[in-house]
């Protein structure tokens, strides 16, 4: 470019030599043509120093003139068009200069932009605009602060594990929106950690990140040596732009999480009524089957006695059965009358009074050992304490429940430790414990397990009856008498759950 300008310039320079070698030549003003050339190519340099060679090469022409002359309005002429070139050459590089850099800035703007948009983690959007701030405002060392404070801020442009001291200009800049500007930071106590960098000064700015929620971040920006003319007015202006746009990026961020979280609830909200309505429909089934058996029965021995007539001994037989089946009906619509209450909000009736809880356990595992031949029954007494101020039928129904799943989740039979006394671990509570070593329950599952209609599969127990109401109601009848129900358990190992419920002393 400068090289075609030179000769232009020489083409011009021999022309007016031949052609018309008066000062006052039109044809000097085509020396203006190269000048302009280089100024739009090469900016303030190019057209500034092709300008001066300008006004020389027009020197020889111009002044001799005025030495033979003397001072005419033409021999001014002359004179005026040795600076011109020079003038105009340095006015139109300065301009494209200008627009140059402005266009510079204008690109990093965008490239942030584009950058923060991205899907890349916010870290690396953030290290990589920095890196393109750092660049186009050449600079030595750049750094952003993103985040409410120094000391929780994202960082990037700086070493990894940096700790921005709270008294750094930064820091101060994030906490009251104010810049800061120092010509010498290694004098200055306002910035901290500055290695010496020779005996060049360096000179360095803070500036607010701002957007309409306020101050969002702060740009650090070092420079070695002078600063750059129009540097400082480079990095306001872009220090506004990353601004608006680091809140963008963060906008976006959030309005990102909030339709992923929305996104999730609702998928967990469907799944959930999805598995309601598949255990309602379940229990519909199992109750129906647990209301049949006892029922089936109940007709089955009432028409024998109907019909026939049976010896004494075998008609007694015959009414223990009955009365057997009649209670279990009993206990199953009692169950649902309580889940009922529970489902609607009311509160369980309860007749309190003193129960002795070592009679209740020792009826309840005579009652299930003769049952269940496949398991051992083991029950250990806590103490002659054991003295509960309950509702006995609600305590029954706990204990039947707890003791009926160690046997339904024990398939193959084995130990089954029942145990009460008071809790060791909570002053004034009474504990009723029961382990079995049966399938036990992953842990993923144990939250669950005590709400309604939940059952968790097992190859083991899937043919076992159950509405998945019993622990849900364990659960609402210990809270009802101001204990609570806990649970351990180790899949394939067993599971041991624990009533913990107010002694006779306390008061529900
Ligand atoms: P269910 O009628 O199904 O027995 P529960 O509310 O009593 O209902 O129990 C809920 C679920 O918790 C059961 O389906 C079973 O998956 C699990 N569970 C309860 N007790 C035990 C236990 N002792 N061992 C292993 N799993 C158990």
């Known amino acids: 470019m400068i090289a075609l300008a030179l000769v232009l310039l020489g083409a011009v320079a021999v022309t007016i030599g031949v052609a018309d070698p008066e000062p006052a030549s039109v044809l000097r003003h085509l020396y203006l043509i190269p000048t302009l050339w280089a100024g739009l190519a090469r900016g303030a340099i190019g057209g500034g120093s092709i300008g001066t060679l300008a006004g020389l090469l027009h020197a020889p022409v111009a002044l001799p003139a005025v030495e033979r002359e003397g001072l005419t309005s033409q021999t001014l002429d002359g004179l005026l068009s040795l600076g011109l070139p020079m003038v105009a050459g340095l006015l139109v590089g300065r301009l494209v200069d200008g627009s140059r850099a ?5 690109a990093a703007v965008l ?31 750049l750094a952003l602060l993103v985040g409410p404070d120094a000391r929780t801020a994202q960082l990037a442009g700086l070493p990894a594990g940096t700790v921005v001291d709270p008294a750094a200009a930064a820091a101060f800049t994030l906490a009251t929106g104010q810049r800061v500007s120092s010509p010498d930071l290694r004098a200055d106590p306002r910035v901290g950690g500055n290695e010496a960098v020779g005996p060049t000064p360096q000179r360095g700015l803070a500036l607010p990140l701002a957007s309409g929620a306020g101050v969002v971040g702060v740009m650090a920006v070092e420079w070695s040596g002078e600063l750059p003319r129009g540097a400082r007015a480079a990095a306001d202006e872009l220090a506004l732009h990353v601004g608006l746009a680091v809140e963008n990026a963060r906008l976006t961020v959030r309005q990102r999480r909030f339709a992923e979280e929305l996104a999730e609830k609702v998928s967990t909200a469907t799944a959930r009524l999805r598995e309601l309505d598949r255990a309602k429909s379940e229990f519909l089934s199992v109750v129906s089957h647990e209301l049949r058996t006892p029922l089936t029965a109940l007709q089955g021995f009432s ?5 026939s007539a049976v010896p004494p001994d075998k008609a007694h037989r015959c009414l223990v059965y009955l009365h057997t089946e009649a209670c279990a009906l009993g206990r199953i619509v009692g169950e649902l009358l309580d889940l009922s209450r529970i489902e609607a909000g009311r509160a369980l009736e309860l007749r309190p009074e003193r129960v002795d809880l070592e009679e209740m356990i020792e009826r309840n595992v005579e009652l299930f050992a003769a049952e269940h031949r496949a398991h051992r029954f083991r029950w250990t007494s806590g103490g002659p304490q054991v003295a509960l101020h309950a509702d006995r039928d609600a305590l029954d129904r706990m204990v039947k429940n707890l003791l009926s799943n160690a046997v339904k989740y024990s398939p193959r039979g084995g130990r089954v430790l029942v145990s009460a006394g008071p809790a060791s671990d909570q002053p004034g509570m009474i504990e009723l414990a029961v382990e079995d070593d049966g399938i036990g329950i992953p842990a993923e ?5 005590f709400d309604k209609y939940v059952r968790v599969p097992h190859p083991e127990t ?13 659960k609402a009848l210990a809270e009802a008498h101001g204990g609570r129900v806990e649970v351990d358990s180790m899949p394939g190992k067993g599971s041991r759950f624990r009533v913990l419920l107010p002694g006779a002393d306390r008061d529900f």
Request: charged content about 30%; hydrophobic content about 45%; cysteine-free.
């Open 111 to 141: 490239a942030i932009q584009r950058r923060l948009d991205g899907p890349e983690p916010v870290d690396d959007k953030l290290q990589g605009s920095a890196d393109e701030l750092r660049r186009a405002l050449r600079a030595r060392h």
């Open 445 to 449: 599952d144990l939250p669950r397990i």
């Open 102 to 106: 402005r266009a510079a800035r204008l």
């Open 303 to 307: 028409e024998l006695l109907l019909r």
């Open 462 to 474: 899937a043919a076992a009856p159950g509405l998945g109401l019993g622990l849900s109601l364990v």
